[in-house]
């Protein structure tokens, strides 16, 4: 039996401190694949890094996490800094992770990335603000280098395709650090040149992502994005692809296909020009032979050959449709006088039978008036006595000795004065 008895946590705490101390261990770089990740509320990440043949668990804590410039996912190939420690509880070791970059793709290539997504959620690259390229460009602006290959190629492009364009060159840095601005300073200077320029081509030949990376900067993205005037860009190979392809009115694979871009070929229009010539001419002639065979079948027509049939012709139904007309009139003009005469009889009998009804009930009235008449009653023998003031006298005590009063008869006024007056049953 061994003569040297740990405990669990001693064997722990002698490997972690035998690794701890290791400075093989310490701010080392790991190759490897993201797998089995976990995003932690705290903001930690979890993950195992591995190759072909082994794992190795990782974390990396928040306050690292945040400086993060682009999400870890699985199957992601990366290169991991960080130190070897172990975790005594569980008797596990991992790797502390402090800094995560991209294998193989570098730190360009995930700024580029991270640019691009940023412009593309802004909408810089929408088709629908892209504006439309001049077909028949007078003056052409072109910003780039001064010497090299693309400003040739440019040149000698639009003077053969369409050699009546002018070409302005703003000759600008494209490359190194001070690129970025001296590009944009270009495009602004093109907006406000004294020719008005209907076409810019923007870019440079070939080169290393490091010798255009100029073009992949958010000023000179910026620039493009705010300039009025159409831009072609054109930089590196065909193969090449930067920011400001993408938020450029239209890309060009090179500097020769944005001169063959920016200008229509003489060429080719002439050709095109001479075939809508020879289209126009034989719809000319074509028109002139339909227009001949209706002249023919016109100075044929039985109508213009004998103009008199036709007068006849519409003479005879010209008379036919007065006829008519005239039947139609008379038919009218009867029927209504019918219908008037008709109505004028019916209201003339109405209005004589309400005539004798009104008349009728008017003696009525009148009958009815001349019985309920004062001066009726007095015609029988009766009277209306009145005081000096000719208020009806009602009773005897409205009256005194020596009052005057008023006595109206059928047929005149008695005027009394009073001199005895008795009451019934006195």
């Not at 420690?85 to 294998?103: A, F, H, M, R, W």
């Not at 000719?390 to 008695?414: A, E, F, W």
Request: glycine fraction near 4%; charge should be positive.
């Amino acid at each position: 039996m061994a003569s040297n008895i740990f405990k669990v946590s001693e064997i722990n705490a002698y490997i972690k401190n035998i690794i701890e101390q290791d400075h093989n261990l310490v701010n080392i770089s790991v190759q490897g694949e993201i797998s089995n990740i976990t995003n932690h509320s705290s903001g930690h990440i979890y993950f195992t890094i591995k190759d072909e043949k082994s794992q190795l668990r990782a974390i990396m804590f928040s306050f690292n996490a945040k400086n993060l410039k682009f999400k870890l996912k699985e199957g992601l190939k990366i290169i991991a800094i960080g130190t070897v420690k172990l975790y005594e509880p569980q008797g596990t070791y991992s790797l502390q992770v402090v800094n995560i970059s991209l294998d193989g793709i570098g730190d360009l290539f995930l700024q580029y990335e991270q640019l691009k997504q940023t412009l593309e959620q802004k909408g810089w690259f929408a088709q629908a603000i892209k504006k439309p390229i001049p077909k028949f460009p007078r003056n052409i602006g072109v910003i780039t280098a001064p010497t090299g290959a693309a400003i040739r190629d440019i040149i000698t492009t639009i003077h053969r395709r369409f050699p009546q364009t002018n070409i302005y060159l703003f000759p600008c840095l494209v490359q190194g650090k001070e690129a970025k601005y001296d590009i944009k300073a270009k495009i602004t200077a093109a907006q406000n040149f004294n020719v008005p320029l209907d076409t810019l081509i923007v870019g440079r030949g070939g080169g290393s992502i490091e010798d255009l990376w100029a073009f992949n900067e958010f000023e000179v993205a910026e620039a493009i994005y705010q300039c009025p005037i159409p831009i072609i860009s054109s930089v590196g190979h065909e193969i090449d692809f930067t920011i400001a392809d993408f938020v450029a009115d239209l890309r060009a694979p090179t500097p020769t296909a944005a001169a063959e871009l920016a200008t229509p070929d003489q060429k080719e229009l002439l050709t095109y020009l001479h075939q809508q010539y020879k289209t126009l001419i034989t719809l000319i002639k074509n028109k002139v032979d339909n227009y001949q065979v209706t002249l023919n079948n016109l100075k044929n027509n039985y109508w213009l050959t004998t103009p008199q049939a036709l007068y006849e012709k519409r003479f005879h139904n010209y008379q036919v449709l007065r006829h008519k007309f005239n039947q139609i009139t008379d038919n009218f003009i009867n029927y209504n006088l019918n219908q008037v005469s008709y109505y004028y009889q019916q209201l003339l009998t109405i209005i004589q039978n309400s005539l004798l009804t009104l008349t009728h009930h008017k003696n009525n009235l009148i009958a009815k008036l001349d019985l309920l008449s004062p001066l009726k009653t007095l015609t029988r023998g009766y009277s209306v006595t009145y005081d000096s003031k000719q208020k009806i006298l009602l009773s005897t005590s409205q009256v005194q000795n020596n009052d005057k009063i008023i006595t109206r008869l059928s047929d005149g006024l008695v005027y009394s004065q009073v001199t005895d007056i008795k009451e019934e049953g006195k």
